[in-house]
């Protein structure tokens, strides 16, 4: 059990973060605060791939004079562009936010949704 | 000319003068010359093919469209005698329809007459199918460019009719006829149309040969066996021109025309003969002969009376497919041309009538025969010929239907045939009765409809006669399909 | 190397070079050209390509010199470049016929960054299409769905914000499982070439990790290409996009999902792994059976025909799933076939309707009666595409129907052949509805002094109209090619 724990214990965190970063994107109403649970799925999911790069008594991957075993340097490669990506699409999302607050005046789901709602009753365009 | 162009012209043709009949809108004389010339131009081309087959058989392969899948036309006799009728019956259906749209001042004429020319070549790709695919093609194409002449009028009541139209007639071709076409594919490896049938040597279960033959059969809907019918009555929210030459030659015929050719050069006699669902199909086909009649039976609206009795008309030519006697199945080709004749009558008559006094119930039409005596005399005629009383068509398709179901002592198909002789009387000859013997109601003199109606009502009358006296033509081509012997 | 030999690098290369000269240049007209010039390029490309690959060879080609397993592969065969094909030709399409609708529902002093929005989701997609490593290709995913979320953003209706929200949402939680499943895989392979990854999975497939991997990335690409039930993003994405773009996504995007999904299960995976050991047949069949019902029968309540189109996309995308479903070389040619023939309909749809809200301003089907008196070319082309839509012969989409319905026959799954039937007469519900309204009704008193489409527009959307009675009469083409790209796919799988 303690082995399992131990053992495993960046899949761990990896999982708890993922599944806290999920449940922020659904059950929040607040679309600033979705993003946020956005970026801690996607944080979890890097921290997933670096964890999985180290090498057991490995020296960090620089090269260096003496060393002979290095942990993996590929995964650190991968997250850094996942993280670009990552910033990316909570820079996008954060300016569709932006444009929302705007046109809507509130960033909150259930006020955007009934808005819309209303409007569609008086336009007499159909529901989604 | 070249076989192969003169197939490729017919063809054509239609489609050509759709497209010049769609340009020349503005301009309604020469549209309206143009709605004559083309269709004679047609009879004139369908008579060389005439000349030509059965000796020789024309074809026109127009490429693949898939692996191992060609749009191929062939003039067999069937084919050819299907395409005689309708060519030789559009000129007359063309001059009556210009009568009928100037007469009743429709709106539309040009959307009318280019669809009824798509209409009419959708029926000549029917004719003229060498596969199976190609006459799909056909077939769809015939329902889509006949749709706007169903709902011409455009009022609630012939929207909702061409709903009921393209539902059933759609539901029947892509829900039963295509799933039928792949499956035969699947099971031949050809679709191509064959003397002795495709599935000769194929081994399959009887029962889901049953299925492969019933869902050939209610797929091709136009043939209308109940319950795959109601279209038929829906499709009379048309304009009598279109009821006319469509759903009493065009489509209907290109319906049980498709039954025959699948049947014969898909199926095959023989194998036909073998399977147990023969019977059924026979069945169906009986039963929607002797419904139909009594659902005419109680029809007042007339072109409803016609609808429900084409119904029962186009199961004799099933029927007599499944009899399954040389005889019948040339009774059956026969009746293609002989209900053709008569109906195409009968429906002119019906437009007649409302053209001159807006009369559409039967009870209305008490002593219109001195009213209308042209009118009324072709619709007589007409009727005489459903009926199936000697110098007329409908006798000698009859005959023969009877010959066949003798010869293989099918009691049953010869009691249906008497049954519905005696009731296609009682719904025709209380109408000829009203006409001639009753006296008028109402003193209203409406005189005859425009010339143009009449002259083709005549004629079409007259070939129904024509039809039993000079049979030299229809009899060559009849007997040139296999599985016939006269 | 000569210039040929580095096609693969340019078609990504050229349009992603693209758009930041639109941005720089800054003139709205001159970016449409340099957009229209590079998708010409773009679509040139991809022909020289397709003539490279036809005779059944593999281009290999090694970004930057390095070479494959550790240096980024783009591999080129004949299921890419087909693919790549039509995505080539529908974005040289699309930008032909963009001019007047953008003009008509962006603000000019935006038009700019709309135009390298779409070179970018183009350049993802010819990435994604072309690249032989299973990293790149969440990159390159990435690139055009960044760059969709923002175009879609720009439609005219502040629905457009929030469509664009919820797909960046769900194509975010989409993508990121992508990735999780390229990391079980890289895991227990240390490789994320996709060659690679094929010879070295097989010896630890029965692990978890790797089944594990499978699930998310089968999950993650199912949500990119709007498998039901994860198509939610899709019916908002398309009603509410500028016409423009609802065009190029309709045509392209979901077809690259559905390329990688085959893909990663032909060519990483293989056959065996997929359906024989965890059976994914039984995860895409009755979703595909499910989307082609309730998302045709959706589609026939719908008001608003952009949306219409998209449930109706999405019934068609179960099509698609059925044929991979099916598992036998003809069912994933019949995909193949309705992934090419599919990009044509909705275009030619799509094109049709930007036309209508160009002139009219509305999709809204009550509003539209009568239209096809003022804009009958428009609304023809809009039946062209129906009757595609619904299969009648001699047009594109009876081609794929036709393979769809032989290779469930083939198969002997009857009850397959039911539901494509059932589909294809719920087509003709939704789309007669709509031609009834349009062509059959009194004309709307609203719709008096309509014009006819400008000839910018009318002329592309004909031309699709046209490709769609091309590709259903002559067919050697698409047939020919996707049976040999599935010929390779099943023979080269390990």
Redesign the interface.
Known sequence: MIDTLTGLFNYWVAVILMMTGLYVVVAQNNLVKKLVGLGLFQASIFIFYISIGKVAGGAPPIIEPGVELYSNPLPHVLILTAIVVGVATTAVGLSLVVRISESYGSVEENDINQADRLAELETGDDQA | MSSEWLMASILCAPFLGALLIAVSGRWERLRDVIVLMVPLILLALVAQLLLLVPEEQPHLLLGEIMPGLNLYFEAEPLGVLFAGVAALLWPVASLYSIGYLRGNQEKNQTRFHACFALSLGGAMGVAMAGNLLTLFAAYELLTLATYPLVVHKGDDKAMQGGRIYLGFLLFSSIGLFLPAILWIWQLAGTLDFTPGGVLGQVELDERLLALLLLLSSYGIGKAALMPMHRWLPAAMVAPTPVSALLHAVAVVKAGVFSVIKVMVYIFGSDRLASLAASDWVFGIAAATIVIASLIALRQDNLKRRLAYSTVSQLSYVVMGVFILAPLSLAGAALHVAAHAFGKITLFFAAGSIYTASHKTEISQLNGIGWQMPWTMAAFSIGALSMIGIPPLAGFLSKWYLLLGAWQTEHTMAMLVIILSTLLNTAYFVPILHAAWFRPATEEQQHGEAPAAIVISLVFTALLTLTLFLWTEVPLKLIAAIPGVAL | MTWQQHLPALAIILPLLSAPLCMLIGLRRVAWLIGVATNLGGLLISVGLLQQVAGGNVISYELGGWAPPLGIELRVDLLNAFVLLIVSALAFWVFVYARRSVDAEIDSDKQTGFYAGLLLVYAGLAGITLTGDA?NA??FL?ISA?SS??VI?MGRD??A??A??QY??MG??G??FI??GV?FL??MTGT?NMVDLAQRLPAVSETSTVQAGFAFLSVGIALKLAMFPLHLWL??AYAFAPSVVSVFLAATATKVAVYLLLRVIFSVFGVEFTFAQMHLEYLLLPLAIIAVISASLVAVF???LK?MLAYSSVAQIGYMLMGIGIASAMGVTATLLHLFNHALMKGALFMALGAVVLRVGSV?L?QLAGLGHFMPWTLGAFVVGA?SL?????TAGF?SK??L??AA??AGWWWL?VVI??G??LA?VYV?RVI?VV????PNAALAGKTEAPWSLLLPTWGLALANIYF?????LT?GTA?AAVGALFGVTP
């Open positions: 990293f969440f990159v990435e960044l979320y923002a953003s502040r629905r914000l929030t664009a929200f960046l949402v975010t939680i993508a990121t990735l999780i990391g890289y895991m994320l019916p908002n719908q008001t608003n949306r809204q009550h009757l619904i299969g009648i012969p001699l081609v036709w393979y319905v032989s026959l083939d052949v039937a059932i294809s007469l003709v007669w009834e062509w059959f009704q009194p259903g009469v002559d067919t050697s047939t049976e």
